[in-house]
């Protein structure tokens, strides 16, 4: 079941969600910058936070429906370094809806300097590994994030 949530309860901005995420020594490489791998763990947290606070719990959706979603394809644009100690935040938003899969967007920041950019593509599949269409009542409320990201105020 998910639950009913409202844009601005949810810690959702225009359809951006924004996650803290603080930089520890196990995330650096030998030089003290962050491992390259890990700004992939820092966005995979983000978004399995963003789906938490929109009521869709993914260890749930897979328990009780079968259903799961997957990295397909993952673009990652290094542009700036971040550091032991840095605050960072995430923010990630839906860019495009499918039938079966979904675009998002996400940057890694540190205060208002862009350091990674990441363009993701999700698959909706079940536990075979076979795609399947989201279904309807999940497929809303993403697009209702959807709506909000492409919103011009």
Do not use: W
């Not at 860019?95 to 996400?106: K, P, R, W, Y």
């Amino acid at each position: 079941m998910i639950r009913k949530f409202e844009l601005s309860q949810a810690g959702m901005n225009g359809g951006e969600f924004v996650h803290p995420v603080r930089v520890y020594y196990e995330d650096t490489d030998a030089a003290g910058l962050v491992y390259y791998a890990n700004y992939l763990r820092f966005a995979e947290r983000a978004r399995t936070e963003m789906t938490r606070v929109l009521g869709l719990e993914q260890g749930k959706l897979g328990q009780e429906r079968d259903l799961y979603f997957v990295v397909r394809r993952c673009h990652a644009d290094y542009r700036a370094p971040a550091r032991l100690d840095d605050l960072l935040d995430i923010a990630t938003r839906i860019t495009a809806l499918g039938g079966a899969s979904m675009e998002m967007a996400q940057v890694v920041r540190r205060q208002a300097i862009d350091l990674v950019r990441l363009d993701v593509r999700l698959a909706c599949i079940n536990g075979a590994g076979r795609p399947v269409r989201i279904p309807e009542d999940v497929y809303r409320v993403f697009q209702g994030i959807v709506d909000a990201s492409t919103r011009q105020d």
